[in-house]
């Protein structure tokens, strides 16, 4: 069976599948009942195709316009007079442009129409906003504006109400057939018997088949509502945005035309806009154009379009338009309706169910067709073979009827969705443990995850970051936030460069909000300093009004660094850089001394240095060298900033504590055979201490630094990558490299944490890309499968044990199914050519179906995880589905329901004393009730496939108590008082005992089986 699967299903990867792996195996599914329910969670492959189409429209539009826009900069000298006409209820409403004018200004690249609204200036004015202040005005004045240039929203399929999952549920094939055979047998019951007697069989079967129906139709409606909620979850994205004269961050579905938002490296640029301000920005549009060339936008070329990522740089935007006037709106539109990818796990599931749909069709064949000849053997030897009763005609159709239902039996339609519904409860707690799974397959795949390389900054850390040494002028010292004394103790020169290096050369902002307190925006790193620049006096809006930006570059994990180039008030230009201490220092040939004094780097002030930084590193602290350097008036800012030749300001060093739980879940990883290893761009000292303190550093485990893991060959590679426990001052490149190499080469399977824009490549190449949700920036979230919304490392651990937990349920749900498929499909084709007839009729086949489907799945693909399943080995890249432990416990359970079934068919009614007329109804109710019993009682062992202590945990699932309470409770009510619909009779106390007797007896076989080693 396995081979089998892997040809035909096995093409599906848990992410970046083909569209032709996903296409081959829905072809290979030959018997499927409903089509709309076994395909509802896999992708739309044909709205796809749509969004592709658009994407690839959306580059020619935009080709077009940038070749035109081109054109117009040669062209225009001055601007002839548009015959743009203003509509009334926009000049009433108090603007001075339409949004159709807006969108085509800013998606058609349109500078001769800009030009004409007096550029980015004059659109602000006549969308009454202000390109330093942003929005003001009150929430009336909002609603207005929201009328008239609509939501940042894109349309979204409807929310199917319960009724349509009914009606989906009511294309079942083989339910549609069993409705057809129980119309005619109400038709000739009631002609032959008269109402209500004849219509018995016929209205028990269209009860049972509106009882599955329902019930599957509302385990359908949970599911897709828990995915709503989910959906919802996942689009929760904030911005940072200037309203009313304040900072402060808003959802991107609160945006308005009008709105100044500000944008920085991995940020998704969340409407269409148009460039205010901002340094060397270059904008990624492959998501909206597929075209991969970033573009660079300027105040010539100030048009930023929405969906687009900002690859480097910041700068400020003024929102125009938004939602579904956007391409990027209509084109999400369609890409929500093409759905996810398909889950391995689902994939392979339906490749199950077509094997055993395919062995059970024939049963049903073989069954009818023995019966028959049954009937016609009869008719033969009573001399009427030619002459039909309408008895005789009820016989062949319950027969028809029995075979159909054996194909509703054999063919597991629940098994694929059994994966989304444990999915999907998984997904839903997961959430509430601070985990956001994006992709469905996400889930399952992290049960195997053999190999975790994590980030140390806010994963293994706190990411709580404060300065508590620093070295400036060549004095090391130790600083507390309330210490105000190193200020006093620097030469005013001195001090008065170092406020100018933090307070110019940085990421963050030093804002106050609307309470009127101060308030310090920016990443840990860059709050750290501002704090510490404040704690020495300093003031950062003077400090910004008193020199002019003339460049920045912005930092990045590639060059570890990040520049800024002033104009100071004398007009002089001076460069300041900060970044990785070794690397920074290596840039200088010069230091500031104790004195202030500018002295050149000698021997000993560079062993000096050096030993600082180790020392700081040594104890775990992050360290920052801050530099400078006098440039000339010939600096353009089309020109590089220098990387050499600074002058050395000082080194800091901050701390940032690890995480408490950390070291023990590192624990909980090793037991379950899952490798923790660091990946880092801090110094190497630091992250060995780091990762000592974590216990991720073991003794006979390597540190390695990222250019020295660059210069290996492949030999050495294949020898140095299972030892590599921390990469430290590595590069997005060196990550990409080690996950490629241990998921190709070694075979694991690789989950990787990111939070940069550069970590995407690593996080696309990992089998499941965990991105964090405070650090995280929007890039490198779109690029994961997994959100830690709350950047902890024990988070990823839960996510591993939710991943297991989802896989071990499946299989202990298929292990019970398969069971139940066995023993139904050879008790009735066995009794059809022993006795001719069938033991379970079609309204107890459809009660057995919906125990072990909808119900089965309820009970037990929604077991929570326990702490047991991090003491086993990852099941990895090659382990098999269906394991030789499931065959066992299947084959034997199995056997045993048959025989002791088999039993009571060939001497049954011998050893109950039954006699009379009532005696075959008698018979077939005990093996009925006992095969319900002998399920039940399975679905309690199918808990646990290797530990004998079954009942460990079941109080914790109230779930599974619900479904085995309501399945015993109702299957006294069919066998006691549903009889003339379910072809019942009343049980003895002894015959009910037997029936329980039996059911339980399976419970020490399944101990026994468990003992016999496969």
């Known amino acids: 069976m396995e081979s089998y699967l892997h040809e035909n299903f096995g093409g599906v990867k848990s992410k970046n599948s083909t569209e032709e792996s996903l296409t081959k195996w829905r072809k290979v599914c030959g018997i499927v009942k409903n089509p709309k329910r076994r395909f509802r969670f896999t992708a739309n492959i044909s709205k796809r195709y749509e969004a592709a189409a658009m994407r690839r429209t959306n580059q020619e539009k935009l080709r077009v316009a940038v070749l035109v826009s081109k054109a117009a900069f040669q062209f225009i000298q001055g601007v002839q007079p548009s015959d743009y006409v203003l509509p009334e209820e926009v000049k009433a409403a108090g603007f001075q442009i339409c949004a159709d004018e ?84 109400l038709i000739v019951g009631i002609a032959t018997e008269g109402w209500p007697k004849g219509a018995h069989d016929g209205l028990g079967i269209v009860a049972s088949i509106l009882l599955v129906v329902f019930v599957t139709a509302t385990s359908d409606y949970r599911q897709s509502l828990q995915f709503k909620d989910l959906d919802k979850e996942k689009k929760k994205i904030s911005i940072q945005v200037t309203r009313n004269g304040y900072r402060q961050k808003m959802s991107i579905y609160s945006l308005l035309p009008g709105d100044l938002v500000h944008l920085a490296i991995g940020d ?61 709106g209509k084109l999400m539109a369609t890409l929500s309706e093409g759905g996810d990818d ?100 996400a889930c399952e795949t992290m049960g195997s995850a053999t190999t975790i390389c994590s980030d140390k900054t806010g994963t293994l850390t706190t990411n709580r970051m404060t300065v508590v040494k620093t070295c400036i002028c060549m004095n090391s010292k130790a600083v507390t936030s309330n210490d105000s004394s190193l200020a006093s103790e620097l030469p005013d020169s001195t001090l008065k460069l170092l406020l100018q290096s933090i307070f110019n050369n940085t990421g963050g902002e030093v804002v106050v909000n609307k309470k009127g307190k101060r308030e310090i925006l920016g990443t840990p790193t860059e709050s750290a300093l501002l704090e510490f620049g404040l704690s020495l ?42 970044g990785a201490s070794e690397i920074i220092l290596a840039a200088c040939d010069k230091v500031v001394n104790s004195n202030g004094d500018v002295v050149s780097i000698d021997g000993e002030s560079s062993k000096y240095l050096t030993s ?50 950390v070291k023990e879940s590192v624990e909980v990883c090793r037991s379950a055979g899952i490798m923790v290893r660091m990946v880092t761009g801090d110094n190497i000292n630091t992250a060995k201490a780091i990762a000592r303190e974590c216990g991720i550093l073991t003794d006979d485990g390597i540190a390695i630094e990222g250019p020295d893991f660059r210069d290996k060959t492949q030999e050495e ?256 009510i069919i066998v006691e008082y549903l009889g003339t619909f379910a072809n019942t009779t009343p049980l003895s106390l002894v015959q009910w005992i037997f029936c329980l007797g039996v059911g339980y007896m399976g419970m020490p076989l399944a101990v026994r089986l468990k003992q016999i080693p496969v």
Not at 115 to 144: C, P
Not at 287 to 306: K, R, Y
Not at 544 to 564: H, L
Not at 633 to 656: L, M, Q, R
Request: net charge negative; glycine share 8%.
């Open 612 to 661: 600082t930084i180790n020392q700081f590193a040594n104890e775990a602290l992050r360290t920052l060298c801050l530099a400078f350097m006098e440039i000339g008036n010939g600096f353009s800012t089309e020109d590089p900033i220098p990387v050499s030749g600074y002058t050395c300001i000082g080194i800091v060093g901050i701390k940032d504590p690890v995480r408490p739980g």
């Open 717 to 972: 590679l294949f020898e140095l990558i299972p030892k590599i426990q921390v990469m430290a001052r590595s590069s997005p490149l060196d990550k990409h490299t080690l996950v490629k190499h241990l998921r190709t080469t070694f075979g694991e399977v690789v989950a990787v944490t990111g939070d940069g824009t550069n970590d995407a490549p690593a996080l696309h190449e990992a089998d499941i890309g965990l991105a964090m949700g405070i650090a995280g920036t929007e890039v490198a979230k779109e690029s994961a499968d997994v959100i830690i919304l709350d950047d902890n490392f024990s988070t990823i651990v839960t996510v591993a044990k939710w991943g297991r937990s989802v896989y071990i349920n499946i299989q202990k749900f298929v292990q019970f199914q398969l069971t139940v498929n066995v023993v139904a499909l050879l008790v009735n084709f066995s009794s059809a050519c022993m006795t001719g007839s069938a033991p379970l009729t079609a309204v107890q086949l459809l009660w057995v179906n919906m125990i072990m489907d909808t119900l089965g799945a309820l009970a037990l693909a929604t077991e929570p995880p326990t702490d047991d399943l991090m003491k086993r080995a990852p099941v990895g890249r090659k382990g098999e589905f269906i394991s030789n432990v499931m065959w066992r416990n299947i084959l034997g359970q199995s056997l045993y329901q048959f025989v002791v079934i088999w039993f009571l068919q060939t001497v049954g009614k011998w050893v109950f004393f039954l006699r009379g007329p009532n005696a075959e109804v008698v018979l077939n109710t005990l093996i009925f009730n006992t095969f319900v019993f002998c399920q039940v009682f399975n679905e309690v062992n199918s808990r646990e496939m290797e530990e004998i202590d079954v009942f460990k945990g079941i109080w914790d699932n109230q779930v599974f108590i619900a479904v085995i309470g309501s399945t015993v409770f109702f299957q006294i």
């Open 268 to 328: 998704q640029v969340p409407s269409d806009g148009l460039f205010v301000s901002g340094f060397s920005v270059l904008i990624d549009e492959s998501s909206l154009t597929g075209e991969s060339e970033p573009v660079m936008v300027t105040s010539q070329n100030p048009f930023l379009l929405s969906g687009t990522k900002v690859q480097d740089g910041s700068c400020t935007m003024l929102v125009t338009t938004v939602g579904m006037r956007t391409q990027w």
């Open 537 to 578: 006096g300093g003031d950062f809006q003077a400090e910004k009004q008193a020199c002019k930006v003339v460049k920045v570059e912005p930092f990045n994990s590639k060059k570890k660094r990040m520049g800024v180039v002033l104009e100071l008030p004398e007009g002089c230009l001076r460069a300041h850089c900060k």
């Open 342 to 441: 398909e889950t391995p796990l689902q994939v392979k599931l339906n490749g199950v169910a077509t094997i055993i749909g395919k062995i059970g069709l024939c049963f049903a064949v073989f069954t009818f067709a023995v019966l028959v000849k049954g009937l016609m053997s009869r008719k033969l030897q009573e001399g009427r073979f030619w002459w039909w009763s309408a008895d005789d005609a009820m016989e062949m159709l319950e027969f028809f009827a029995i075979a159909v239902t054996i194909v509703v039996v054999a063919v597991p339609e629940g098994l694929p969705l059994a994966v989304t519904l444990s999915l999907a409860f998984a997904m839903k707690k997961m959430m509430n443990d601070k985990a956001l799974v994006r992709h469905l397959a």
């Open 102 to 185: 807006l969108g085509s200004i800013v998606e058609g690249h349109d500078v001769k129409k800009l030009k004409f609204h007096g550029g980015v200036d004059g659109i602000a004015e006549k969308l009454s906003t202000s390109t330093t202040k942003g929005l003001t005005g009150d929430s009336e004045s909002r609603r207005k504006r929201q009328e008239l240039f609509g939501v940042n929203k894109f349309t979204e399929s409807e929310v199917r109400s319960f009724w349509v999952f009914v009606f989906e549920a009511l294309h079942d094939m083989t339910l549609m057939i069993l409705g057809v055979c129980a119309f005619v047998s």
